[in-house]
Structure formats: structure tokens, C-alpha cells
């Protein structure tokens, strides 16, 4: 698979337990020879005080909290998408 985008909803479409999380990222892949097939991979995210090498590359960017839903567009400078797995407990998922 490669990474073909990634885009950023404020307030996540998604739910854990019944809870609603802050903004999730999607990041979404096509596989490699075949046309039609994607998979999509969602981290989600909560407000908090935890640093994330990632998060810091675009948060000037982020909505305020009062917003419930935007899409990050117009960044202009390339991301690492390996650092959207920083600090992350990889071996937990639902």
C-alpha cells in the first residue's frame, strides 16, 4: 500500500465507547497494482498536554476548540507522516 493523503476532521466522524474524540486523521492508502483498492487508517486524537512531534508541524493550523468540524487545507510544507505514530501505543486499536 501507499500513502495517497491525509486529511484532518475536527470533532471525529468516529466513536470509541460512545465518546466522540477531538479530531481524527485519516490517512489513506491505495494498494499497490490494484486499481480500486484503498485502506484507510484513523488515529484519533484528544486534547491534552502531551507533546506530538507531528501535531507540532501543523498545530498553528488547527481550528479553536469552538469549532465542530473543519478540514485542514493549504499546508504547504511537507509533513513526516512517520511522526503520526509518535508517542502512539501501537499494539492498542479498535
Known sequence: YSL???HFHWGSEHTVGGRQMDMVAHCVH???GVDGMY???GVLYEIGNAQ???LATIEDHLPGASMTHRRLAGHQHL???DDIYAGLALN???
Open 4 to 6: 495517497l493523503q491525509c
Open 30 to 32: 491505495s494498494k499497490d
Open 39 to 41: 485502506g484507510v487508517l
Open 52 to 54: 506530538n512531534a507531528f
Open 79 to 81: 509533513l513526516d507522516y
Open 92 to 94: 492498542e486499536y479498535w
